[in-house]
């Protein structure tokens, strides 16, 4: 159920934003606004990545303080602390600079692409995938297009653009374990 004013129901996103409210990824901004077209900030998408890590029961108990080794570290925000340190004691969300992590500054689409790639590297590594040859990578395309690989080859297609009649701005991956969908 769409709880947000601001998210038509009619929109690309619209089932995306319920479905990440209703599994506690997302909570918007309070007063029924979630800011569909609001660029996002990297405390932001730390919080994100770190509660889609609940939901899939991965082990987010790493964590560390060097997060409070920047010199920006009193700018996070207190509802995303503690998403930074894990965020950044594992090693997907990084200093901007040697010094800075800069956690309300947007993301950009390099860093967001790094971010992303980072936490799908660390799930396929995360002890919650405990048969790997029952979990396998699809590109869901149809022949010639189609590729499935066990999770130790995953990597050569989570970043590999597939050329698809759909065109190429459409995700071509998706998991699966035990015919069930990650």
Same mark, same amino acid.
């Given at each position: 159920?769409?709880?947000?004013?601001?998210?038509?129901?009619?929109?690309?996103?619209?089932?995306?934003?319920?479905?990440?409210?209703?599994?506690?990824?997302?909570?918007?901004?309070? &007063?029924?606004?979630?800011?569909?077209?609001?660029?996002?900030?990297?405390?932001?998408?730390?919080?994100?990545?770190?509660?889609?890590?609940?939901?899939?029961?991965y082990d987010t108990t790493v964590a560390g303080m060097s997060?409070? &080794?920047?010199?920006?570290?009193?700018?996070?925000? &207190?509802?995303?602390?503690?998403?930074?340190?894990?965020?950044?004691? &594992?090693?997907?969300?990084?200093?901007?600079?040697?010094?800075?992590?800069?956690?309300?500054?947007?993301?950009?689409?390099?860093?967001a692409a790094t971010i992303l790639m980072r936490f799908l590297?660390?799930?396929?590594?995360?002890?919650?995938?405990?048969?790997?040859?029952?979990?396998?990578?699809?590109?869901?395309?149809?022949?010639?297009?189609?590729?499935?690989?066990?999770?130790?080859?995953?990597?050569?297609?989570?970043?590999?653009?597939?050329?698809?009649?759909?065109?190429?701005?459409?995700?071509?991956?998706?998991?699966?374990?035990?015919?069930?969908?990650?």
């Amino acid at each position: 159920r769409n709880t947000y004013a601001d998210v038509a129901a009619d929109t690309w996103y619209t089932d995306a934003v319920i479905w990440a409210s209703e599994n506690g990824i997302v909570t918007g901004y309070g &007063e029924g606004k979630f800011g569909p077209t609001d660029n996002i900030t990297r405390e932001q998408m730390a919080v994100m990545l770190y509660r889609y890590a609940e939901y899939k029961k991965y082990d987010t108990t790493v964590a560390g303080m060097s997060v409070k &080794e920047y010199a920006d570290y009193e700018a996070i925000s &207190e509802w995303a602390l503690k998403a930074m340190a894990w965020a950044n004691a &594992e090693g997907l969300i990084t200093g901007r600079t040697a010094s800075t992590i800069v956690p309300s500054g947007t993301a950009t689409r390099a860093e967001a692409a790094t971010i992303l790639m980072r936490f799908l590297e660390s799930a396929a590594a995360n002890k919650s995938i405990t048969d790997a040859k029952s979990v396998k990578f699809s590109t869901g395309l149809s022949p010639p297009y189609s590729r499935q690989a066990s999770i130790k080859r995953a990597d050569r297609w989570a970043n590999r653009a597939v050329p698809s009649p759909q065109g190429m701005g459409r995700p071509f991956l998706s998991v699966t374990q035990g015919g069930q969908k990650m």
